[in-house]
């Protein structure tokens, strides 16, 4: 039997990707495009803790959400939970230009999901260090993908396709995200035959 899981986005790249993240378990992922105001913060646990509670508010069942940011080594961890608003102002062949070209293009790329049961709220994260690629490379189409190399791979996520979701950040967090599910389920199941 498959359960649903509910997802607040408005992002489809991102309801694609965490879709094919979970489609060999018993979950479903529906989408909730209720809005919902993010605070600007740096950090992206404080971030996404807030979130999740207002999109379970807004929808009344148990929801995940989730962030990714960039942790660029040359700014001492920054933009980190402002990578959005960061780059969309520069966009990939600025961050590229800036960062992939300079003595130190180390980057660490995070993404911290939230789950919301109304009861508690627990966060999974995943992370998976790289560099910043000299120019972009790979189809544009899903923010920062054609500039992240992760390390031991020569390819940009953008350039990788279907094998970026082998071993990403999302991958990483995800895995977490569904041994906990399973485990409460389980749990839950033996609690009812008792």
Same mark, same amino acid.
């Given at each position: ?7 607040? #986005? ?14 060999? #378990? =018993? ?5 909730? $495009? ?5 605070? =600007? ?64 293009? $180390? ?35 899903? =923010? ?10 020569? =390819? $940009? ?38």
């Amino acid at each position: 039997m498959d359960i649903n899981l509910y997802f607040a #986005t408005k992002n489809d790249y991102k309801f694609e990707e965490f879709k094919n993240l979970i489609k060999d #378990t =018993q979950y479903v992922i529906r989408k909730s $495009t209720a809005p919902i105001e993010e605070i =600007q913060t740096e950090n992206i646990k404080a971030l996404v803790e807030d979130k999740v509670i207002k999109a379970f508010h807004k929808i009344r069942r148990p929801v995940f959400v989730d962030h990714t940011g960039l942790y660029l080594e040359i700014l001492d961890g920054f933009p980190g939970g402002l990578t959005e608003i960061f780059w969309k102002r520069t966009e990939n062949a600025r961050l590229a230009q800036l960062f992939g070209n300079s003595d130190n293009p $180390t980057v660490t790329a995070v993404t911290l999901i939230g789950y919301c049961d109304g009861q508690s709220v627990r966060t999974f994260r995943g992370e998976l260090k790289g560099v910043i690629a000299p120019a972009p490379r790979g189809p544009e189409g899903f =923010q920062w993908d054609p500039i992240f190399i992760p390390d031991g791979h020569t =390819q $940009t996520f953008a350039e990788m396709g279907d094998k970026k979701h082998e071993i990403s950040m999302r991958r990483l967090a995800i895995n977490q995200f569904i041994a906990y599910l399973d485990n409460s389920n389980d749990k839950h199941y033996q609690q009812r035959r008792h």
